[in-house]
């Protein structure tokens, strides 16, 4: 299949009056992991969400184009959903055991006898003690890594992660990030992350946006981006001296 | 006092033996609330999560609407009911006046406006996060809502509780539309009323302590299952 996996078109989202996010024109390419990096409220996770079909955007066009004819959160398939898998920044559990938890996206599906399957995703994120433990006892860090899990399980063609990592200690966001390359690397899927971290940015990602306003100042591929930004805010950013 | 104390005796000794008297009323009184209580399920609860849901304009007049409905008098249910249901009325030709379907009919409109309520209440109490999260694993909107009625079960088990609390024990609109017929449309209530006008508080007495039971046990019902959450740290 060629051409972008998603296409974004004058690309507007407001929330009443406000206007959050604006995009003359951006592309992402099939089986690259791309991040968005800017300061917080900027737009990242608006765009996520659009990204992932939740929301229909203002003005503009959003399209996704997996195997067939490109398709708009109005327009989608269930497949075409299914095929996407999102982890929210906090992520809510349900009121069940982590295993459960893990399995409800499974069992949407249809899919049985897959304990398999969620077994190995709790043990990619070191959570299968816990397996039988209820939701509600997780503390935040492994709570973030069951949302994970619950996304993994769905071996989904496009992962959009939103501040993956974000509340968690060294050893734990490192834990994450090594199952989030396993599946890019495996599955060969598209990879979409929200960070604030630029050093997960700079490790993880094959191309970086940065998003200022809920407006890309420059996108790019990693080195380019990090070395040698082409936008002197891009700059600014990157040295820390951007204040919001 | 005597009275009472002898009243209180005979009242045990009439639930003990399983008085034929006694049983019949509770199982039609049951047969009656239960029937309305799943109707009322049946409909209450899908429409209290998908008010919950749903962003419509005109959504606030129906919460109004609903929690106004929360609190109608059975008694005058019970004459709308009539109305509706009597010789001249629109639904007259059903000839349901002074039987059994009457008197579900009656319980169903008192204890729906309450389930719905509670159920809206109880899906908006769920973490707003929690249905975005469900669509982005793949969720159809049904699968979602299934699942935020799940997360609220708590909340929706408490309204069937008391939809069923408010049915069993209302007596004005099963009296108008019941018509109290002995061996057809007596129940508990409407029999306690009869007994204790010709002064035969055994019976009425016994008849109050099912009621008492029944609704115990339902309270029991929602402790024991309020009681199945985890033990936080």
């Known amino acids: 299949m060629s051409g972008p996996l998603y296409s974004l078109t004058a690309v507007e989202m407001s929330y009443g009056a406000r206007t959050v996010l604006r995009i003359p024109d951006l592309a992402i390419r099939r089986g690259e992991v791309f991040a968005l990096v800017g300061p917080s409220g900027c737009g990242k996770s608006t765009l996520l969400r659009l990204l992932a079909l939740l929301e229909t955007p203002t003005a503009g066009r959003v399209q996704l184009t997996l195997n067939g004819a490109p398709v708009t959160a109005r327009s989608a398939s269930l497949e075409d959903r299914r095929a996407i898998a999102m982890v929210f920044q906090t992520p809510v559990l349900l009121s069940r055991s982590v295993y459960s938890n893990v399995a409800y996206g499974l069992r949407l599906r249809g899919e049985q006898d897959s304990a398999a399957r969620i077994e190995a995703a709790l043990r990619q994120v070191s959570l299968l003690p816990l397996a039988g433990a209820h939701a509600r006892t997780l503390s935040g860090g492994e709570a973030q890594r069951a949302a994970l899990a619950r996304a993994l399980v769905l071996e989904p063609s496009v992962l959009l992660l939103d501040e993956p990592t974000a509340n968690l200690d060294p050893a734990n966001g490192r834990l994450i990030e090594d199952a989030i390359r396993a599946h890019h690397d495996r599955r060969g899927a598209t990879v979409l992350i929200a960070t604030h971290n630029l050093f997960q940015a700079r490790r993880l990602a094959d191309r970086v946006l940065l998003l200022l306003d809920g407006q890309p100042v420059e996108v790019g591929p990693t080195e380019q981006f990090f070395n040698a930004p082409q936008d002197p805010r891009t700059a600014t950013f990157l040295s820390g001296d951007l204040i919001y | ?233």
């Not at chain 2, 034929?20 to 209290?48: F, K, M, T």
């Not at chain 2, 408010?166 to 129940?187: D, F, Q, Y």
């Not at chain 2, 009323?193 to 019902?221: C, D, I, K, P, Y």
Request: cysteine-free; charged content about 10%; overall charge positive.
């Open chain 2, 1 to 233: 006092m005597t009275t009472l104390i002898n009243a209180l005796f005979e009242a045990v000794r009439l639930v003990i033996t399983l008085d034929p008297a006694v049983v019949e009323i509770a199982l039609r009184s049951l047969q009656v609330s239960l029937g309305a209580l799943l109707i009322s399920a049946l409909i209450g609860v899908p429409a209290g999560a998908w008010l919950a849901l749903i962003r419509l304009p005109g959504k606030r007049l129906a919460t109004a609407l609903i929690y106004t409905g929360m609190g109608l008098p059975p008694v005058v249910v019970g004459l709308i009911v009539y109305l509706l249901l009597s010789r001249s009325g629109p639904l007259g030709g059903l000839g349901w006046l002074f039987t059994i379907p009457a008197m579900v009919l009656a319980q169903v409109i008192i204890a729906l406006p309450l389930i719905t309520g509670v159920t809206m209440s109880a899906v908006l109490a769920v973490d707003p996060a929690l249905r975005p999260q469900l669509r982005a694993l793949g969720a159809t909107p049904a699968q979602a809502t299934r699942a935020l009625l799940v997360e609220a079960r708590s909340g929706v088990i408490v309204g069937l509780v008391a939809g069923f609390g408010s049915i069993i024990s209302e007596v004005g609109a099963v009296m108008l539309v019941g018509g109290n017929i002995a061996g057809r449309t007596r129940v508990m209530t409407t029999a306690i009323v009869l007994e204790t006008r010709q002064g035969r508080f055994e019976l009425a007495l016994a008849l109050g302590m099912v009621l008492l039971a029944l609704a115990f046990a339902s309270n029991l019902l929602v402790v024991l299952l309020q009681g199945r959450q985890p033990n936080l740290p």
